[in-house]
């Protein structure tokens, strides 16, 4: 038994990135590194590194599924924005293990 059934069903990368794709107006943002984003992140996704997140700026009401690489950065940035008052913020944990379609920034 994994730790998360202790708390119900944790849902997976692809269910997180289904649902954010079915909510209206949402946006899917990634908090990994500029280095990381650009190396493979879910097409439609916005970056915002955690270490910049102070720097975000949205509507409070906007629906936001955070990812990263595992999970924790995009843990520790939904704590953040909630606490900055975001009321729907939704951690769907890292892409590590994600095989559905990413787009990669060129290199110049």
């Known amino acids: 038994m994994g730790l998360f059934s202790l708390f119900g069903h944790q849902p997976s990368f692809a269910e997180g990135i289904e649902k954010a794709q079915q909510t209206p107006g949402s946006m899917l943002l990634d908090v990994r590194t500029k280095e990381e984003y650009e190396a493979g992140h879910v097409p439609g996704s ?5 270490q910049q997140l102070h720097l975000f700026r949205a509507d409070k009401q906007t629906p936001l599924f955070v990812y990263c690489a595992s999970g924790v950065r995009s843990s520790r940035a939904v704590a953040y ?23 990669k920034e060129e290199r110049t």
């Open 81 to 103: 924005l909630k606490k900055q008052g975001f009321t729907q913020v939704t951690n769907i944990g890292g892409i590590a293990g994600w095989s559905g379609p990413v787009e």
């Open 46 to 50: 916005v970056l915002c590194p955690l």
